[in-house]
């Protein structure tokens, strides 16, 4: 089945910098990338995806990028913002069974 | 609407008890599914249903059970608590399993505690 490695666990930045979250996935042929945030006591939230057959997508201050060669995908956050503190997990669709696998989140701290 | 709703929000059990999580969801979705959320193991999918009448297991299966006799609902069952099972538990849906971009929906989770 799918493995998805992300990358930091933790990662602290001061308010207005960029953040990068990185993960890797091991399927070749999983074809869809939703990046996913949960704030405190809440369920995740979709903030963002990419399908295979394109190589970024912004939204705003959100993008990803896809390297399906290297198998790996980034959310970067610019001017972030107290707000943004939160965990966010990557996740690839598996082709075999059309379920997702989700890495194992990044707990994303803002100072302000 | 609710979008996806789960009772309890809260729950302790004791070793060997048994307790079925609710999870409903108003939108009209295909596929709804749990998860299990441990501290540093991310999202594990425990199991699945791509419609009424179909279930199918995840990642992690044992010592879970599951149903979809409507649309709506999709309750987990417990069948008998283990300390190993204190997580927290997410029910999802989506529209659809066939569209690869159909958006997963979360609902608000249940936190168990097996003593």
């Known amino acids: 089945g799918e493995n998805v490695e992300q990358h930091p666990s933790t990662l602290s930045v001061q308010e207005g910098d960029s953040a990068v979250i990185k993960c890797t996935y091991s399927?070749?042929?999983?074809?869809?990338f939703p990046w996913y945030k949960q704030e405190l006591g809440k369920g995740p939230q979709l903030i963002i995806d990419?399908?295979?057959?394109?190589g970024e997508k912004k939204d705003q201050r959100i993008a990803v990028t896809l390297n399906k060669t290297a198998k790996h995908f980034s959310l970067h956050i610019t001017e972030t913002q107290p707000e943004d503190s939160a965990v966010y997990f990557c996740a690839a669709r598996d082709s075999g069974y059309s379920t997702l696998t989700f890495g194992k989140g990044t707990m994303l701290l803002v100072s302000p | 609407n609710a979008g996806v709703t789960q009772t309890p929000k809260f729950q302790v059990l004791k070793t060997g008890q048994s307790m079925t999580l609710q999870c409903a969801q108003d939108?009209?979705?295909?596929?709804m599914s749990w998860y299990r959320q441990d501290p540093g193991m991310g999202l594990r999918l425990i199991h699945y249903s791509v419609g009424a009448g179909i279930t199918d297991q995840g990642e992690v299966p044992n010592g879970y059970n599951v149903s979809r006799s409507t649309t709506e609902d999709f309750p987990l069952r417990l069948l008998s608590a283990a300390p190993s099972q204190t997580s927290v538990y997410f029910c999802a849906s989506s529209y659809s399993r066939v569209r690869p971009t159909d958006t997963q929906y979360f609902g608000p989770g249940t936190r168990l505690t097996v003593l």
């Open positions: 990419i399908r295979s057959n394109v």
């Open positions: 399927d070749s042929a999983s074809n869809y």
């Open positions: 939108m009209n979705h295909e596929y």
